[in-house]
């Protein structure tokens, strides 16, 4: 049974910084792309950032590139996402994902993804 689990969310201020981390079990990752997508009260849920599995190219949404950082290991079969400089109006509860590579979606579309974790939870305050 695959299970990818969460953890490393919390209460940070504005400013500070929270390292994500989503561990995968139940079958080796190391050839899918990974991903970190959030979803704040009220909106849709919103990619984040991916890394694939061939060349470990990285992918970032606008408002987080130069903060945030996507990065995995694979033997550990973990993904992790380091956030830098919060903001407001980065809380939210942030999902990570898996899916095999495809030429279907793109990579920050979220209907490629078939794999998910339950969620954890980043509030920044002001």
């Known amino acids: 049974q695959v299970q990818l689990v969460e953890s490393g969310g919390g209460l940070v201020q504005a400013g500070g910084s929270l390292r994500l981390s989503c561990a995968a079990s139940?079958?080796?990752?190391?050839?899918?792309?990974m991903a970190w997508f959030r979803q704040a009260p009220g909106k849709e849920r919103e990619f984040v950032a991916a890394i694939t599995w061939s060349r470990d190219n990285t992918y970032y949404e606008g408002s987080v590139k130069g903060r945030f950082t996507i990065f995995r290991e694979n033997a550990k079969n973990t993904v992790y996402l380091n956030m830098n400089s919060l903001k407001p109006e980065d809380t939210a509860v942030y999902y990570c994902a898996v899916r095999a590579s495809s030429l279907v979606y793109a990579i920050y579309n979220d209907r490629g993804y078939g794999y998910w974790g339950q969620g954890t939870q980043v509030t920044v305050s002001s």
């Open positions: 139940g079958r080796s990752f190391s050839n899918y792309d």
